[in-house]
């Protein structure tokens, strides 16, 4: 089997623990990967595992809804959050929640905002006062990816998009929601690769520095 | 040269004159299209007739904003507007000006609503509720097309969606406006082709029926 | 889980109800939008929904073709037809079914036409008189999309073009059929999604205003 | 200078002499080229030959209409048309008269129909008797390509659609007309490359055998 | 259940009967096309029919390696073969046989060359005397498509390429093999949608005329 | 003439002024946007503002190298650099400035690190100590856009990454650079459209809020 | 059954034995294959042969890991390893072992290199001088393919680029990896397909001429 | 001005020196890249420059067919071939040239054979005997790419394929040919860019050795 060599020295060098991307490695390789993570560290991230795979494994801390597992002994942060993470729609939770269990992961506690696509563009309205005293917002949103621009001219904090891959024909599998947040006519958003609310949550973890 | 053959029966069967598409043709194809309209018509109408051109021909109402002409004799229609057409940017209104202008002469009057677009929220939740009163919404809109979406969500009306070839990068000559309108997490949005302000304003006026 | 909010105010500002897309939906998330939808209104349309969930479920009513189903109570739309749903192929059913079940949900009648796609031009052909009797037809083909352009000539009412994933190779699952309505050499044609049946019959629904 | 090697031997082998496509080359490297051609042959084809290029050159019989030219002696042939040559649009024509020309080089007589794309399905039908007699049809369209698909349905013979790059947005610079060509849902449709009129004329020459 | 209509008045007007393909169809929805067909001819021709599917219904005269089958009586042509099939693979003869059984119900005897793709030249010029016999050649390849170009350049009658979806990477499901035929440098090629023999055998019926 | 509409309570709203997007613009458009704007604001930034529209317009202060105008009074912000600006290559170097020139209208003191491609490794590593300092880094790369992902190993700041439009082939105008910057095997890297400095300077502006 | 031609006089010509690409055909095709095989040969190179299929097979020597196997006798190479093979993350180890299998095949000794991947730098850098012995080497990764141009600028030999399949989103299966691979701001970069190890291998082989 | 940094460590740690891409540099980049690499070395080769800019230049070795230039003193390289560049068509030359030139550069001398495109697959036979000397082949061809195939199955050597951007339509300005390089049914070859010679030399170069 391939040995899998898991990167030790990574938080001093940039601040970040290496998580271990499960998605296309056997659950043998995942199991290698966590006791090397466990011998430099207390605990280890995991993501894209999903329940079929997790069951196979002892992960003391596995969520289904982010298909995350946190191997190890961890601490949730406390405290108010720093981040909101906001999702368009119902499809759109596992993605975001990848992220605010990386954000957690990296003791940086987020709010939650769902539902709150622009169709109905009143619920995002009702919450951006609230939404207008944080620095950074995580945004999550399929399809058309509308959110990211309005949500960009209704607060003064960057946006990060994470375009997910919801929707059929000419969605793309997130590539219109994508080039929707990328070509948007408002500015003050940057993006992330389709539905990776991990690399969102790392971003702004790099934004405020690891807390752990 | 190649004969131009212009469809004098077209209106008795579908209820509308063909229009003369200038692009691509050369002066002398375009009078000669004039000309055999002229014959069986009191006037027709000419689009994407870039000035340059346009020079060159004797044209009785040429407009440089929305790059048409009417050929003939012809009056623009009086009375209340039925029709609202909404353009995000100052770079869309030469389309939205097509649109407005082929509408003018299906006899159909509209109004014209400017720099609405979403990144600026609140010019466009000032207008909504004189927009909710439309039964028919001609939006025009480049880069993320999030003005569809949006649009659709404050009135009950449809919206016609033009994606304009406006922007750069990742907006890749309208088609990222054109996939957001098609792609839309609301409902109620239909779409033409980029940039056809012509083509919405007809498939407006097949809903309301031809009024010449 | 995630709780799904089902949106109980649309009806008063848009003129619709929201539907219930179940794809991309576990059944237990689509239990509890019906469940929240039915405390606001007597019923609620969903879309998308395979026999092999809607088992799972108890779908007052529930249609195999078109895999809607509609849950609380309703009654069908008595009356004329006011739109015609014209479908090229056998395969293109289902999504012309949707488009006819959404209508009728809206408490708008429509009439069915099917198999009428232009390579056979004369079933068309022998039914274009009664097609121009109505202001607005759903055009349900894949492949080429060679019917929207043959209808648009044939009859003066607005065809909203629904191209569907029927086809293989350079259909490249609904894109070409897609593309052929928007660039049509015609006029009068406007497009929504591929497979899209749902939204052509809101958009129609928005020209006629809600009947329920 | 870069030599230009002649195939002089081709006509032997594969039945058909070789053009020289004048697209991308210098006016030297046009004219050493018909130089060494002639030495082996009566008369060459230029084709792509635009006339700014024409006129640095001594063509004995350029056509500005089809941007091709013929270098040495030669005699259209005579005869009745044995393939039908149709255009749908005036902007096609240049395309259609490559394909007429070419034609004409290789000693077969055919017959040009121009204008009768489907928006006007009409114009198709009337000629539809006279081109059900011609076992091989060259079709020319742009933009949705749907007229393919209708004079398929239309006539016995085969169908060598050539795409143009005629329209604009998703037309796509002809790849939505080579699309709906490639994906019709009739049958007896072969394609060539966008705006190959030469090369659907060559693919029917094969058919027939070459006459000189 | 949809009801599936028939063309039974198709080999009358284009001359040849329509061929019912199963892909995407239920077996219910095959049955009943079926019956309808053999009312008025004496059989039929199923194409993309899966064996299991096909252990379903009761076909008289299914071929497990082209996926097709033929309903009813039939007699299989006799005589010399017109027309050449030519498949680069082992992994192309699916495509290559369908494209033979699609002849010989149309009456046109073929012969098959199988294996013969052009990283091993030497096999084609053996057989390139022989090719060279023929009016015209199927030629069904994928991954580059280069066997069709250099197929071309060895015989003098028209090339029908048939891509084929095999490959993997840039080969992306047969676009490169079908844009290589197209973009070929050599001339006396046309194309048909990727993995269509039935495709290609109809329009090479339709130049020899049907024969049954 | 469009009448141009500056949004002079865009500061308010969202922290930030808007600034003019010249491209598509006509000079009339342009000094009519800055009439307006100047009535409300000091000074208004003007962005891809070609040399020769420039020429024709009253700028104070133009720069050629960006792109950039500053029209009205202005002063340079002093003090520490707190962003970096790397750019890969000379030909980056437009896009950079961009960048640089909109931070400092924003008040925010930045540093340029010009040529340091990985292509020349050394370059990078001799300066990542440096970089190291800066919370976020706004890193400008054309071609395969290797830069990012190195230059997100090496610092524990977050990377702006601005894909440039340099390069040829299946560079796609920016397209390999942009997908490079998401698709990273690294974390922390947030990307913006391709050649959009001015995007990825505003980004940035709103991590740190606006200090003018 | 389709035949399946094993190409036995190949290594004459071009100086290497043709393998058995096993992706697509059944077990009986490629035992067919097999034995004409080894009735010209020694042995005889399978790749792509998953485990289940292999199962079905009686092959001597079959790895997991790589989808090989190598019926017949067979000895791998002795000596000093000639090409390095360098994998960037534990995903990417099959496509480089199926190349490091297929240079033993050919008797060329060969070293791997795993998880070197750029976003920790550091590793690759530490093998750098060690990598700059070698003349050629094959270096595998996906996502960004950020590795091809570091690897490029740290050593003399050629780097022969397999981009693989491996990440999500705008990695888009490996494009993304190949065009950076092809649009790399270094040289001395070539590519072969998408996962694609045995064809590196082969180019390699070429290079040093086949040992066996 | 932007300062142009010149590599001039780089023939020490890589063993070949950089050159200067002159495409998208002002005359005056370029001759301040060019004073600067002949501070630290006798020579530089300039690539991509065109006549107009040439002309502005002191260059003491020009070459109009290459669009290369060599600044400083410089002896063209002597002795047999070592390396054999082959192009298809007329139109290719300027890319093989650009290979000759940088070979040349490189002290490695070359042989070049044109016009041998496989639609007069003769002339390739012809001279395959001779390529079979040759451990790698540059092969330089556009439109279907058809000659990479055909090559790589008449020689021994490795076949480094050049695609070109000559051709049209579904040429896709060189994709298609790229493409068909990398999803070959032959192997042994590997691909640089689009018209990418500098950099197919380049390679050849690494795997000979400078030799200066």
Redo the contacts between chains.
């Keep these: ?5 898991y ?1 030790r ?2 938080p001093d ?4 623990p290496e998580a271990i991307l499960c ?3 056997s659950p043998e ?1 995942i199991a290698a ?1 966590i006791d090397q993570a466990l011998q430099g560290a207390d605990n280890v991230l995991l993501t894209r595992l999903v329940p079929a795979i997790a069951e196979e494994l002892s992960i003391s801390d596995y969520d289904e ?1 982010s298909w995350t597992g946190i191997a190890g002994t961890w601490e949730p942060p406390a405290g108010e959050p720093r981040v909101a993470v906001v999702a ?4 759109d ?1 596992r993605v975001a929640r990848e992220a605010l269990r990386t954000l957690a992961y990296h003791g940086i506690p987020a709010a939650e905002y ?2 709150v ?6 619920r995002l309205l009702d919450i951006s006062e609230e939404l207008a005293e944080y ?2 917002i995580i945004a999550v ?6 959110m ?3 949500l ?7 946006v ?1 998009a994470v375009p997910t ?32 609310g ?3 949550a ?2 702004v973890t ?2 405020f ?1 690891l807390d752990r």
Aim: with cysteine.
């Design positions: 089997m391939a040995d899998v060599i990167d020295d990574r060098r940039i601040g970040m998605e296309g490695k390789q990967a809804e368009a729609g119902t499809s939770l769902a539902d696509g622009v169709a109905g563009l009143w620095r950074a949103a399929g399809m058309d990816g509308a990211f621009t309005v960009s001219g209704l607060v003064p904090g960057v990060v891959s919801i929707g059929y024909g000419v969605s793309r599998d997130g590539e219109t929601a994508l080039h929707a947040a990328l070509a948007s006519c408002a500015q003050g958003i940057v993006a992330v690769n389709i539905d990776n991990y690399g969102a790392c971003a790099r934004l520095g």
